[in-house]
């Protein structure tokens, strides 16, 4: 992923920080300062922002292992400074699960939350005690990491649950319409409650100069109009099948030619996947993928033909598929295009050219 760092993969889901998390760390040392807080205090202020993303991260998992019981995989979780985003492969097929993946994720928050406030209920009678001190300045101590820790919890778990497109009760709204008016249109009246909270937070944010907010007003605003143009262009793309843009002509290399040969031909840095093919007929061998070159260019690949190198471990495309799954399964995979097949035969390739070429044409 461009622009991320991965860190860890667990359940077979890759987790990642985008790069623009760095910027936190020049925000806490702001904040820290601007508290007022002692070294104590800003050691523990620092725990308590880690253990908050840790919640971020298991809130995230919420989603995608409930949304691998219902068949859907999660391509990544990426961790931004406004919060994280499971990234799933598609949608749920019926709203009562999607009702459910999003409600997964509120619902770790609340367990870890109830399991917190048990702790405090044991060992402080319930007492969560006053977080901050009547000057205003804040002060932290080792006995106020678990309140803390269930107050974000807890505040993490209701802030998602507003029904404001794309936060999970958003979600949860949509799925709920989607049973009465069907996926689109449910996405298109969550989408504008969506951005009419976001301007609402931006406002706030605003009003209060709170930058935090602007800047989740923004985030919001632009991910619920982002979402419903894909669901629209997709609901588009299954009014089609992949043979009406499978492309015809295209780029391609032999499989029984020299790879050391082709690798000179290439420059440094390129990112480009190429459509292996046997001379004798035009068949399809495999692909090339720039990920597998940027390997081959550091190793010697002296006596080696481009055919030994490329693999046919990936997904191929019917041309009868829906366009709406042939754009889906081409997400899934790092590659710029997917072979199709029409009756068992390779008649071309679908690229992301090539639907947007069939999308500008559906416009006019």
């Known amino acids: 992923m ?3 760092l991965k860190i860890f ?18 925000f806490l040392i702001y904040y820290g300062w601007y508290a007022q807080m002692d070294r104590v205090s800003f050691l523990i202020f620092l725990i308590l922002f880690l253990a908050l993303f840790v919640s971020v991260i298991l809130h995230e998992y919420g989603h995608a292992l409930t949304a691998r019981y219902y068949g859907v995989k999660t391509k990544d979780i ?11 492969e598609k949608l749920p097929k019926k709203p009562l699960q999607e009702f459910v993946v999003a409600a997964a994720g509120p619902a770790v928050n609340l367990f870890i939350a109830l399991v917190l406030g048990i702790v405090l209920w044991m060992e402080y009678d319930g007492e969560i005690g006053r977080i901050f001190s009547s000057r ?23 802030m998602n649950l507003i029904p404001a497109f794309p ?42 100069q709170d930058f935090m907010s602007m800047l989740l007003g923004f985030f919001l605003y632009s991910m619920a109009r982002k979402e419903y143009r894909l669901l629209k262009t997709e ?27 082709f690798l000179t031909t290439l420059p440094t840095r390129q990112k480009d996947d190429f459509l292996v093919l046997n001379k004798s007929d035009n068949s399809f061998h495999g692909i090339l993928s720039a990920k597998t070159i940027k390997k081959l ?10 055919g030994a190198v490329s693999t046919a471990n990936y997904p191929t495309l019917s041309s009868k598929q829906n366009l709406a799954e042939g754009l889906s399964k081409l997400r899934s995979v790092d590659l710029n295009f997917l072979p199709v097949l029409k009756d068992q035969k390779f008649i071309g390739v679908l690229d992301y050219d090539s639907i947007n070429q069939l999308l500008e044409t559906r416009k006019q």
């Open 2 to 4: 461009q622009g991320a």
């Open 9 to 26: 993969t667990l359940a077979r889901i890759p987790v990642y920080v985008h790069w623009s998390f760095s910027l936190l760390t020049f």
């Open 78 to 88: 990426i961790l931004l400074p406004i919060g994280g985003l499971a990234r799933l």
């Open 136 to 158: 205003g300045t804040l002060i932290l101590r080792w006995h106020r990491v678990i309140p803390m820790l269930f107050v974000l919890n807890l505040s993490l778990a209701i």
């Open 167 to 208: 936060l999970d009760g958003g979600r949860m709204l949509r799925a709920a319409i989607a049973t009465k008016l069907g996926r689109l249109k449910a996405t298109e009246i969550a989408s504008y409650l969506g951005q009419g909270f976001s301007i609402l937070l931006v406002g706030y944010g605003i009003y209060r």
């Open 235 to 261: 609901d588009l793309l299954s009014k089609h099948v992949i043979d009406t843009a499978t492309k015809r002509t295209f780029p391609a290399i032999f499989a029984e030619d020299s790879l050391t040969n």
């Open 297 to 306: 260019q550091k190793e010697k690949t002296e006596n080696l033909s481009i």
